[in-house]
């Protein structure tokens, strides 16, 4: 990918352990990055009865030693909205990218 590409800056929140490391804290920022997001679809679904609005979309960022702690517990926040994490593929070794597979609630009543 063209790293002129990455056009996103996007925050990755993590939560902490804490204590003796049974425990987990609330999700706080752990590092930022550039990325590139690609929306796949966007629909109305039902989830408890009520109406909510789901983004799904494939998010792209260079490899790091960072980038290799994302997991699928972890949030980012793209533009001011945060997404979860479903998958997160392996580092490719030819383009030195890691492409994940994210998810939003965006905030149907």
Do not use: H
């Not at 920022?29 to 796949?40: G, L, S, T, V």
Request: charged residues 30%.
């Amino acid at each position: 990918m063209d790293p002129g590409l990455l056009d996103k800056r996007v925050t990755f929140r993590q939560r902490p352990v804490i204590g003796d490391g049974t425990d987990r804290g609330d999700y706080a920022d752990a590092f930022k990055a550039w990325a590139n997001y690609r929306q796949e679809s966007a629909r109305e679904a039902a989830e408890g009865g009520r109406a909510q609005d789901v983004e799904t979309g494939t998010l792209t960022i260079r490899d790091s030693p960072q980038a290799r702690t994302v997991t699928s517990a972890d949030r980012v926040v793209i533009l001011g909205r945060e997404f979860g994490i479903e998958g997160v593929g392996l580092p490719d070794r030819r383009t030195g990218m890691i492409t994940m597979r994210i998810s939003s609630n965006m905030g149907g009543q």
